[in-house]
């Protein structure tokens, strides 16, 4: 069928029969008599002062008790109360099994340390194994729905239910079609509030040019609710697992990340704890490690190998498993161990990621009717017929801002930005200069560049000159297909370059008056190189990371000429130290890297940044070349015109109002302000203290503008470039932890009162709740109000009709920790049947499901994933849309459709559409900035430094690269 005629998609979520739910299982608690020695020990072996208290490392003891405990039923808990199970079986294992890997664990941990003697023996005799005690234990978590009719879950259903279901598949022994031959299933680890199984045997495939690879389906189970809805689902992500087969090392050289490491799953053939683990698999991670100052090395990460050593359990010693992987793959002996790398690199494995529609039905088909007795498939969703006509709501939806009048564009640019602008080409090179000075030109006022077409011969046709009618259209305007039937290769000619001298200063007139300067400079020693670290340097990076910035920020902000209040936006070529891609360069002169504190110079000299690496590395634009098939002019014309684009979008350029026409026979307020609210994480290491901020971009639909708030003195909005520099002026008082109460009371004022008393129009309040519930608990399934604000949980919610302002709350949800589900077209073809637009859940009253468009690669012919398994599959996931709150004469068809509108504003970001509508879309890359300012808010807590490799900082050439991917639900292999 064909999409425009898809009525309706199937989500891979169920209900729960609980009728078949009752299953004998047995628990035990961390026993009460562990606690005081492993806290003493913990507190004399802390580094971290008197700053926050310490507690024993009950993650990594889990983490070892899962790992050589594959068979419990879910992961171990974090025991918080003793009268909450600790560890939960189906059957009971041996506690004298269990007491030796949790002494092994402590003698790896803390054996070694003589400081720690006397309380390491205290600890060492204090933990018996006549502590360990299984009880039985009946699950029962669905309880009665909570005040709103959301189905409520113990905090351990949400971990037992989909282990129950994963527990149910293995031992029904279903089958998985994958490829030409049918694989059992298997348990494999995951975090606690979810399950996971994998296909084994691994499958093995050959490709065209003889390349080899092995691999695996997927499965994620997890337990959701929905806000009204008062049976939970169950959720079931699948994915694509490839393995490696290829040596990851050579005599010389290393390729194994330090910091990411690659993801290894055994099985070892002894029953450790006296259950056989034929169905379980363990997780562990290797890791590269540097010997002296060039060698490195593979190793266990987290104590694992010591552990296993002490238990009598000998892991493969990752030296041979680096050189031989395919051996512990397929091992010669059913008595050997089995080591399966994750492979990390896809483009390089002749198996694509992501599985077609029709894979995900079957295998849905599969578990349905192995599994008849316990689940049921959810209703069907049903197609909306507010977006079945492309040429809806299409001002701002041009597919490049050149398609806008050159006027329109100019006189934006001082509507939302200002009667005078700057853009500063800081560069190191003279042809990145003229490439970023030719793209400004070319953004604001040139036109796009016509489609050329050429045949075999390689002679181009006529230029097509696109229109925005053609582009909807299709076949309408498009240059005849050339005779031998093959589709004529189509390829944008250049844009033509501005009369203007690039190495100089110059001007571009704005109407009324307005201007905006150009002011090439050469970026000289600041885009040097941080010093060279000392001996102590490098015994404590994080201070030297952190000094040497600092400095080099200082002597910017000092040396820099003031802007006088001019509204100025750098774009800065330099290289790009972090490069994954260049990982020994990274290694060497990662933590030198100058872009923060060129980052922060700068906006402490009044500018807002925007990074290119230009085409400092011609070794790695021939690669681009050869993957892209373009020219490395081509590529650096790309990287610099996504570089300006990215920059007017942090200066708050907006080429028109975000305008929304609703469903015919509906309506919208003719004037709104939108505000898109979220946080914004301020440090990103894996500890306990996470520290947020909360940001608002506000947009007003009667004119073009981008605002900001920002919970600091300064209580009303700002233009967005002024707010995206005041981030970095936050102190630690403004976003310490303890003031988090304090910001959900001044987010409160200011959307309640401040907002709708600026803009004097109606408010329309969008937030996603995997990102605002923790600050925000009103957003959470069971607090939501219906036709009401609620902020607190537990609080009596503020009614809409008795509100002075008019509001509305839109909440959305993405595929993040599986709360949406996958979906397929009933009876799809291989790479045909695709779905987008809303989708209405019945079951869920104003809930509807958006699924972007058909991603461009995705057109080509397809001969489905089971016969090609080389075939890339990138289905966009689904965002939720609840309408939590409208008023009485509201549609809530209509606002999903606004929603969707405001999804597909993603002009300035590339590509058709964006995972979150455009004012969530422009609140999430404020952290750029947020990322700065972590390491000296918090300058006395040296634990919270966000290390350079720790944090996914890097600018990708593409602008539309990170945000675009996350679209994809099973683009990538699940972890």
């Known amino acids: 069928m064909a999409r425009e005629t898809t009525q309706s998609i199937q989500p891979v979520a169920f209900h729960l029969i609980e009728a078949g739910l009752d299953q004998p299982l047995v628990a035990m608690r961390f026993p009460d008599e562990w606690r005081a ?22 993650q990594s003891l889990n983490a070892a008790i899962a790992a050589f405990t594959p068979q419990l039923f879910v992961s171990p808990g974090q025991a918080y109360r003793s009268d909450n199970p600790w560890l939960i ?3 009971e294992i041996r506690p004298d099994k269990i007491l030796r890997i949790v002494r092994a664990w402590l003698a790896e941990h803390y054996s070694a340390r003589s400081e720690l003697a006397e309380a390491y023996d205290t600890a060492f005799e204090a933990i018996r194994d006549e502590d360990l005690v299984w009880e039985p234990f009946q699950l029962s978590p669905i309880q009665e729905p909570s005040e709103n009719n959301t189905a409520r879950v113990d905090s351990l259903g949400y971990a037992a239910l989909p282990a129950f279901v994963a527990n149910a598949l293995v031992k029904r022994d279903v089958r ?15 975090a606690q509030d979810r399950a996971e199984l994998q296909t084994w045997p691994p499958v093995y495939v050959e490709s065209e040019n003889g390349r080899r690879g092995a691999y695996s389906y997927v499965i994620g189970i997890s337990l959701q609710t929905l806000a009204g809805v008062p049976r939970p689902r169950i959720h079931l992500t699948y994915g694509v697992r490839r393995w490696r087969l290829d040596p990851l090392r050579t005599p010389d050289k290393l390729f194994l990340p330090g910091k990411e490491g690659r993801t290894v799953y055994l099985r070892h053939p002894q029953a450790l704890t006296g259950v056989p683990q034929s169905s379980h698999f363990t997780r562990a991670m290797l890791n590269g490690v540097f010997v002296g100052e060039s060698q490195r090395v593979p190793v266990w990460r987290d104590a694992l190998a010591g552990i296993a050593s002490r238990i009598g359990a000998a892991l493969p010693s990752p030296e041979d498993l680096t050189l031989m992987p395919e051996r512990f793959l397929t091992p010669a002996q059913d008595d050997a161990v089995v080591a399966a790398i994750v492979e990390k690199t896809p483009r390089s494995h002749p198996v694509g990621a992501g599985m077609g529609l029709e894979v995900r039905e079957a295998i849905t088909s599969t578990i349905t009717g192995a599994l008849g007795d316990l689940l049921e498939l959810v209703p069907p969703l049903i197609r909306s017929t507010a977006t079945g006509t492309q040429q809806r709501n299409q001002p701002m939806l041009e597919p490049d801002l050149r398609e806008i009048p050159v006027e329109v564009r100019l006189q934006a640019l001082r509507d939302s930005i200002g009667l005078e602008v700057a853009v500063e080409i800081w560069y190191q090179n003279p042809a990145c200069r003229d490439q970023l000075v030719e793209s400004l030109h070319a953004m604001l006022t040139g036109d796009r560049p016509a489609l050329m077409a050429a045949d075999e011969t390689g002679v181009p046709t006529p230029p097509i000159q696109v229109t ?16 031998t039937g093959k589709k004529a290769k189509r390829k944008r000619a250049a844009p033509e370059r501005p009369t203007v001298d690039s190495s100089s200063d110059h001007e571009i007139a704005l109407p009324g008056g307005g201007m905006l300067r150009v002011l090439p400079r050469q970026l000289g020693a600041w885009g040097a190189m941080l010093p060279d670290p000392t001996e102590a340097d490098l015994k404590n990076r994080g201070e030297y990371k952190r000094r040497e910035t600092q400095r080099r920020a200082n002597q910017i902000a000092q040396e820099l000429p003031a802007t006088n209040g001019v509204p100025t936006l750098a774009l800065i070529e330099l290289p790009h130290f972090q490069d994954s891609r260049e990982r020994q360069r990274r290694y060497q002169v990662g933590s030198r890297d100058p872009k923060r504190a060129l980052r922060l110079g700068m906006a402490q000299a009044g500018r807002v940044t925007k990074f290119t690496q230009g085409s400092f590395h011609a070794d790695q634009d021939q690669k681009n070349a050869g993957r892209s098939r373009m020219t490395p002019e081509e590529l650096l014309r790309e990287r610099c015109e996504n570089a300006v684009l990215e920059g007017l979008r942090q200066m708050g350029y907006l080429p028109g109002a975000i ?17 898109g609210v979220r946080m914004l994480r301020l440090t990103r290491k894996r500890t306990d203290t996470r520290i947020y901020l909360p940001v608002v971009t506000v947009f007003d639909t009667g004119r073009p503008g981008v605002y900001a708030w920002l919970p600091d003195e300064h209580i009303n909005v700002r233009p967005f470039h002024e707010a995206m520099l005041a981030i970095t002026r936050f102190k630690d008082r403004d976003v310490a932890r303890f003031q988090q109460d304090a910001m959900l009371v001044r987010l409160e004022q200011f959307l309640t009162k401040t907002l709708p008393e600026t803009f004097g129009s109606d408010v329309v309040i969008l937030a996603e709740a995997q990102n605002m519930r923790w600050l925000w608990p009103g957003l959470q399934n069971g607090e939501l109000a219906r036709d009401g604000l609620r902020f607190r949980r537990g609080s009596t919610p503020m009614s809409l009709v008795n509100l002075e302002h008019r509001f509305r709350l839109i909440r959305l949800r993405t595929s993040d920790r599986s709360e949406t589900p996958n979906w397929y077209t009933p009876g799809a073809k291989p790479g045909k049947d695709y779905a987008s637009g809303l989708f209405r859940d019945s079951e869920a009253e104003r809930t509807f499901y958006n699924i972007a468009v058909k991603p461009k690669t995705q057109g080509m012919a397809r001969r489905g994933k089971q016969e090609a398994p080389g075939e890339q599959y990138a289905i966009p996931s689904m965002l ?32 058709d559409m964006t995972l979150l509508p455009i004012p969530l879309q422009w609140a999430q890359k404020m952290d750029r900035y947020a990322a700065v300012i972590g390491p000296w808010v918090f300058r006395n807590q040296e634990y919270l430094w966000v290390d350079d490799n720790d944090i996914n900082e890097e600018e990708e050439d593409t602008v539309s690269g990170a945000e675009q991917l996350s679209l994809f639900g099973d683009e990538e292999d699940l972890e």
């Open 468 to 483: 925005q009618r053609n582009l909807f259209a299709g076949p309408e305007g498009t240059a005849p297909a050339p005779a």
């Open 176 to 190: 998985i079609q994958v490829g030409p031959q049918e694989c059992r299933l298997v348990r494999v680890p995951v």
């Open 880 to 911: 939720e849309i609840l309408v939590a709150a409208q008023q009485p004469d509201d549609s809530d068809e209509a606002w999903a459709l606004a929603v969707h509108t405001w999804r597909r504003m993603g002009y300035l970001a590339g590509g």
């Open 37 to 58: 020695p492993l806290q003493q020990l913990a507190v004399l072996s802390s580094e971290r002062g008197s700053e926050r208290p310490s507690s024993f490392r009950i």
């Open 659 to 675: 305008t929304v026409t609703p469903p015919e026979g509906q309506s919208l307020p003719e004037r709104m302000v939108v505000a």
């Open 89 to 91: 079986a189906t059957e």
